[in-house]
């Protein structure tokens, strides 16, 4: 079946550094993926999409990467803030229109 | 606009107790969402619509029921409440041309089942 996973369930990182959050997924006919934050007791927030047609798109501070080639998507925050640590899910959009969560990874911030 | 509005926040019932989680958007979306989030788990679809009077099952959907009579509101009923539907419940939203694309999300229902 489809399923979208993420490599680590949490990640730690120095104040100031950049986070990578990694998400692999399964279906190659995956043409939308997107990005979410959650903090705690809060719903997830919309970060970044992309569609498959592209490689690499950026926001602010944020840039998601993905390589169909291993299936694989990536989040890059640049000079990682304390309001950064928070739950990120990626998220696939199937060829039969299925939105798919991953499980989520728990980024936290050192100061 | 606030967004996706839902209400309560919080809510304990004991089994067999019934009860509706309302949702209510004010962004003019299409399509509306019922989420259930298990610790350390996705988000899984329980009921979207892509409009009032149409709704469908997700992939979750026994033991819940859902109706949608305006563009706003998209209630979410638990008629006999079990323990396996502990959850928290997160209501969402998309626009006419993103269906299941940019998903806005309520702040959600924390349901315990005693």
């Known amino acids: 079946g489809e399923s979208v996973g993420l490599h680590l369930p949490t990640l730690s990182v120095q104040e100031g550094d950049n986070s990578i959050i990694n998400c692999a997924y399964s279906?190659?006919?995956?043409?939308?993926f997107i990005w979410y934050k959650q903090e705690s007791g809060k719903g997830p927030q919309f970060i970044i999409d992309?569609?498959?047609?592209?490689d690499k798109r950026q926001g602010q501070r944020v840039t998601v990467l993905l390589n169909k080639t291993v299936k694989h998507l990536s989040l890059q925050i640049a000079a990682t803030q304390p309001g950064d640590s928070a739950v990120y899910f990626c998220?696939?959009?199937?060829?039969?229109?299925?939105?798919?969560f991953g499980q989520g990874t728990t980024l936290q911030v050192k100061p | 606009n606030a967004g996706v509005t839902q209400t309560p926040k919080f809510r304990i019932l004991k089994i067999g107790q019934s009860m509706t989680l309302q949702c209510t958007q004010d962004?003019?979306?299409?399509?509306m969402y019922w989420y259930r989030q298990d610790p350390g788990m996705g988000l899984k679809l329980i009921y979207y619509?892509?409009?009032?009077?149409?709704?469908d099952k997700g992939e979750v959907p026994n033991g819940y029921n859902v109706s949608r009579s305006t563009t706003e509101d998209f209630p979410l009923r638990l008629e006999l409440a079990a323990p396996s539907q502990t959850s928290v419940y997160f209501c969402?939203?998309?626009?006419?041309?993103?269906?299941?694309?940019?998903?806005?999300f309520g702040s959600g229902t924390q349901l315990s089942v005693l």
């Open positions: 969402a939203s998309s626009p006419r041309d993103s269906r299941n694309e940019k998903l806005f």
């Open positions: 998220a696939e959009k199937s060829n039969t229109g299925k939105l798919i």
């Open positions: 619509s892509v409009g009032a009077g149409i709704t």
């Open positions: 992309i569609r498959s047609n592209m």
């Open positions: 962004m003019n979306h299409n399509y």
């Open positions: 279906n190659s006919a995956s043409d939308y």
